[in-house]
């Protein structure tokens, strides 16, 4: 995995906007974020702003098209979210899986659908961990 710079918070919620339309354009954008955001519009300004920002970090390309760009990720969101979460983890929990799942799970959100799907999760990387070791 590919290390790029952290994304701030408006950078985060910009790129989860990419991810979603795929290939991004800022009119796009302000339409995409200012319908989640009535109470805060954010600006075209702004979003160009962010997007050179985001850019810059690594986390999107950006091609001409006509007189606008076009924004497309230059990481898959699946691996992009991975990416976060661990710099979120590294940032607040020094790294530790253990710490970060501990305070999820104290937090009392955990459905039994939630906990059966996680149980399945682990039990699936046992397995492949195991797996792996014997090769």
């Given at each position: 995995?590919?290390?790029?710079?952290?994304?701030?918070?408006?950078e985060?919620?910009?790129?989860?906007?990419?991810w979603?339309?795929?290939?991004?354009?800022?009119?796009?954008?302000?339409?995409?974020?200012?319908?989640?955001?009535?109470?805060?519009?954010?600006?075209?300004?702004?979003i160009?702003?962010?997007?050179?920002?985001?850019?810059a970090?690594?986390?999107?390309?950006?091609?001409?098209?006509?007189?606008?760009?076009?924004?497309?990720?230059?990481?898959?969101?699946?691996?992009?979210?991975?990416?976060?979460?661990?710099?979120?983890r590294?940032?607040?929990?020094?790294g530790?899986?253990?710490?970060?799942?501990?305070?999820?799970?104290?937090?009392?959100?955990?459905?039994?659908?939630?906990i059966?799907?996680?149980?399945?999760?682990?039990?699936?990387?046992?397995a492949?961990?195991?797996?792996?070791k014997?090769?």
């Open positions: 995995m590919t290390k790029r710079q952290p994304l701030s918070d408006g985060t919620e910009l790129m989860k906007s990419v979603t339309l795929v290939e991004a354009t800022v009119p796009n954008l302000v339409l995409a974020l200012n319908k989640r955001r009535q109470e805060d519009p954010i600006t075209r300004g702004t160009q702003v962010l997007l050179n920002r985001i850019e970090k690594g986390w999107l390309n950006r091609k001409k098209v006509g007189r606008g760009y076009v924004y497309e990720a230059s990481v898959s969101e699946a691996d992009g979210l991975a990416e976060l979460a661990s710099q979120f590294a940032k607040v929990f020094d530790s899986f253990l710490r970060l799942v501990r305070s999820l799970v104290n937090a009392n959100g955990l459905k039994k659908e939630d059966a799907h996680l149980r399945a999760l682990l039990d699936r990387t046992e492949s961990l195991k797996e792996r014997g090769k």
